[in-house]
């Protein structure tokens, strides 16, 4: 008997990720496209990468029974439907029933942040963790959040809390993607430290991860380091205040800096927050990998979206 598998996508604003998890949350394969491929269009490039995986399921003898997918944006995980994601140029997407007409096996699609902060949850509560008060903060190519209480995520009205990055933090600062002005985001995600820094005369060929390792010898990579913690620091304070959570714990990309962001964030958080102990700040425990593993718990979690009969896999992935 064929044994069983799951691709799991996550969608992000430069690149698409993918693996494929066995029932045991083993990978067995894993690729990575650009967002924006030869058609320029990111449905495509989806699409594309699903295609590749489901063949390397194929040549070990998997079948896929499921499709998990996490995507930025406003996101309605009920419907599986890509309300707004300007980074993608989606609005109004059905994505999941357009996966699973395509593919024909169960899809499920959510918030990239609510994924990855599924997969962390997981992982706090192996480690004998708080998993029921926390914030997960993904920094990659834009900010969100994860809010969790009682062990629950907080959706919100109308499906968009947990935009940490688009709260205004700087008055009259620079202008954000989202039409506002001073937001986290515009100072400390990973793609605006590198634009920030190239801009003021930084050197041209560097990454991101260059400007965090050499904050210590490079004065411009220090001081918009520098702006980029202070945003984040009176993001999270806010967040303290607001939500009073047992930890905040920051993953993506910028949440491998480690103790580069996290020692300067918590100095930040805790002199602006003089009147109460801060909450714990810490680096994720999944680290980089957040998106895929929540992406692929996705499709038991559900509710999945069909346009056929086949029935949910029961995957214990880990």
Known sequence: MTDIAVVAVDIGGTTVKGAVFDADGTVLARTTVPTFGPSGAALDAVTSLIEQLAAAADAVDRRVTGIGLCSPGLVDGDTGRIVFAANLGWSDLPLADLLAARFGVPVAVDHDARAAARAERAARIEAGLDGDEFVFVP???GIASTLFTEGRIVHGATGGAGEFGHIPVVPGGE???????????????????LRRYRAAGGIASATTRDVAESIDTDPIAAAVWADAVSALATGTTILSALLDPTAIVFGGGLGEAGERLLGPLRAGVA???????PPSIEQSLVGSGAGLAGAALLVQA??????TTTPESKLELS
């Open 271 to 277: 002199d602006m927050l003089g009147w109460r102990t």
């Open 139 to 141: 920094i990659g190519t």
């Open 175 to 193: 202008r954000c993607t989202c039409g506002q002005r001073g937001c986290v985001e515009i100072y400390a995600s990973a793609g605006n430290i």
């Open 302 to 307: 559900g509710p999945p979206h069909t346009t």
